[in-house]
C-alpha cells in the first residue's frame, strides 16, 4: 500500500479532522533520504492500518504547510492527533528504528 | 551459505561487487535500508570521478554502479548489518530484519558517518535549522542568512549549493587556509554570497525552537562572538563506521579498520575492508572503488585457499535463516 498524498487543500479534512492519528510524512522529490524512507512508511502504513494513516505531503507543491510547521529538514514526520502535532521524528532511519520512535501510535 | 557478502553500497561496496560478481562468486550486497548508495546520494555534481567529462550527478553514478554490478549477478538487499560474526571459516551476518545469512568471506565497506560538532544544542535543534544535508535541506532557507562549518571540499560544495536559496552562506573555518581542493575554493571565494570566517570555531548554537544564531570562539586570540543565522549546516567531516566490528577486528589510531600493507587484509581471516571505513586521508569516490577492488581480488584469492568442502558448501543459493 502506497501512503496517500495530501496537500494545502485536502489537509484539514486528511489531517487535521481526522479521527485517527496520521502521520504525515514531508518530503521532495530531490531529497534522497525522503525517497528512501518512502517504501519504509508504506510498510508501516499496511502493518498497522488500523491504527495510524499515513499520508505524504510533497513541500515543493505544498509549501505554505511546510512553512506552518517550520519545517527546515526533510524527511520530517509528524504524527498529529486530533489536529495537533505529538511526535516528530527527523531524518530516514531504518524500519525498526522508525518503529521504536512511534511505538506509541502503532500499538 | 554464500561465497561473499558485501556490506554497504557506496564507490567500495559495489566496485567490490562488480569485481566479485564477474569473478561469479554471486556477491550478496547489504546496501542499508535509508542509505543505500552511500555518501553520493547526498551530493550533486560528481566533477572528478573519470569518464563523466561533463559531470555526472551523484545518485545517477551510484545507480550506474548498481546497475553495473547487478548486472553481472550481484543481489542488492536494502536492510542494515545489526551483527555480525566474523570468527571462523563461516561469517554470520545478521539484518535489521532479522534474517541472517552466512558467507566464507565478508568484505566490510560500510563508509564513515557525518561528524557532529558535539554541541549540547545541536541535537536539540537538528531538523530546526542545523543540518548534515545541503541537497535535502538547501530549499528551506530561501533568503535567509545561513552559515557552513567546516574547510574542505563537501564544506565548499554545501557553501556552493545553498547560495541557490539562501541570501548570504558565511562559511565558518577553524584556521585560515582551507583544506578543499583549490576548484572548489576559487568557486567559492569568486561566489558573491559567500563570506569567510576565518579562525573560527562554534562553541554553542541558539535558538528556542529554531536556531537563531552561533556563538563562536576565535581559535588565534580566544575572543568570544556571536553570528545571527537562519540556519546551520556541518560539514566538517566524518567518522568511520565500524560499530559493528568492534572488539573483533583490529582499528588504526585515526579509527579507521586496520588492514595489512596496501591489501584490504582485516585481522581476521577472511574479512576484508575497503572504502572509507579503511581509509582516513583520501577519501575520494575514486580511491574507495578502487579499494573495493583490491578487496574483492583478495577476498577472491582467499576462497582459493579454501577446502573444497567448504567452498561446495557456498556453492549452492542458500535460504536465509530467519532468527526473530
Known sequence: ?107 | MRQIIIIGSGPAGYTAAIYAARANLRPLVIASSVEAGGELMNTTDVENFPGFPEGIQGPELMMKMQEQAERFGAEVVYDDVVRLELEGAVKTVTLGSGESHEALAVIVATGSAYRKLGLADEERLSGHGVSWCATCDGFFFKNKTIAVVGGGDSAMEEATFLTRFASKVYVIHRKDTLRASKIMQERAFANDKIEFVWNAEVSGITGDDAVDGVRLRNTVSGDQSTLELGGLFVAIGNDPRTHLVHKQLALTPEGTIAVQGRSSRTTVAGVFAAGDVVDPTYRQAVTAAASGTVAALDAEHYLTSLPQDLLAQASEPELATVTE
Request: net charge negative; charged share 25%; glycine share 4%.
Open chain 1, 1 to 107: 500500500m502506497t501512503a496517500r498524498a495530501v496537500t494545502d487543500a485536502t489537509f484539514e479534512t486528511e489531517v487535521l479532522n481526522n479521527e485517527k492519528t496520521v502521520l504525515v510524512d514531508f518530503w521532495a522529490e530531490w531529497c534522497g533520504p525522503c525517497r528512501a524512507v518512502s517504501p519504509i512508511l508504506d510498510q508501516i502504513a499496511s502493518e498497522h492500518a488500523e491504527k495510524l494513516d499515513i499520508v505524504k505531503l510533497n513541500v515543493d507543491d505544498n509549501p505554505g504547510l511546510a512553512a506552518k510547521y517550520q519545517i527546515t529538514s526533510i524527511p520530517a514526520m509528524k504524527v498529529f492527533q486530533k489536529g495537533e502535532v505529538v511526535k516528530t521524528v527527523i531524518g530516514a532511519k531504518p524500519k525498526p528504528a522508525l518503529e521504536a520512535d512511534l511505538a506509541a501510535y502503532l500499538a
